[in-house]
């Protein structure tokens, strides 16, 4: 029993550390998460982009949700918007030009609810960047002068996104490859925003 009995203290001296680390107790309030100490963030370019460009892959993804509804609606996007070529300088505009198509057609349909959007893969290109080099902008085709027009509406920080997707038919086993839809999405009060759309 005297050998046993130092196996036991050690035993429990483990136990005890163990749910009372080094320099806390019981009785210690709760941390709270703190941010890093931002006089040391000394590249201030980036700073200004914070926190990066993922959310506009949500802009992107939310765009398609709204022009899939029965209804397509344009209510995230930035304004002026140019959308297929057509141009509108605010969202009640977009209402108008979509009442008008029930005096075209009573029953008026949106072709894209025929199919599932697929997206095969999402490029992005700073705006500042597409702007100065030739070579971006020759990636969006004939489109160019179109980017140019509405990028003088949207000076700011801006992201060119080239998507690549496919339609499947929900009629038949087809699958129709599309040509890239580009993007500028705009960074209007905090969001991104889809201000410019070619497919």
Known sequence: MKIALPTLGLVLSVGLFSFFPVGASSTDPPTTWV???????????????????????????SFYSDIHL??????????????????????????SWLD?????????????????????SVVFFDAANVDKDASLLDKLGQEKANYQKIRKEHKGRGIVAIVANDLESLQSDKKDTLDDSNFLLSYIDGFWRVTWYED
Do not use: H, M
């Open 100 to 120: 008008k198509q029930l005096t075209i057609d009573k029953a008026p349909t949106n072709a894209l609810r025929k199919y599932n959007i697929t997206i095969r």
């Open 35 to 61: 941010n890093p100490d931002e006089s040391k963030f000394t590249n201030r370019e980036r700073v200004v982009d914070r926190p990066g460009n993922y959310s506009a892959l949500a802009a992107i993804s």
């Open 70 to 95: 029965t209804r397509p609606v344009f209510k995230n996007c930035g304004f002026p918007l140019q959308y297929r070529s057509r141009w509108f300088t605010k969202l009640s505009e977009t209402e």
